[in-house]
């Protein structure tokens, strides 16, 4: 057996030099904080301003063209006109 080990190859050391680096910055809760809710506010401001635009542009389009199909006031000028003949032949309309 001690032949057996003898035969093997000799192992030598690896040796590692480690370097100190500069101390970091310390994050601590508050700074945490701070940056998330800086984070959440930049996404809110940009959706308020998105919501703006977007209400702004649904407004003035409604301006521009008040008639349409979508809020119900063009329905006025497609009526069934149902009229009732009375004995005198003239048309009234039925209530």
Known sequence: MFTALAS???ISPTIVKIVPA???KEISVVDLILGGL???GVILLCAL???????????WFKSVRPLNSLNGQ???????HLTTLTSDST????R
């Open 22 to 24: 500069p101390p970091t």
């Open 38 to 40: 800086g984070l959440t």
């Open 74 to 80: 063009a329905s006025q000028t497609h009526g069934l």
């Open 8 to 10: 093997l190859p000799q």
């Open 49 to 59: 301003l998105v919501g703006g635009l977007l209400g702004g542009l649904f407004i």
């Open 91 to 94: 048309p009234q309309e039925q």
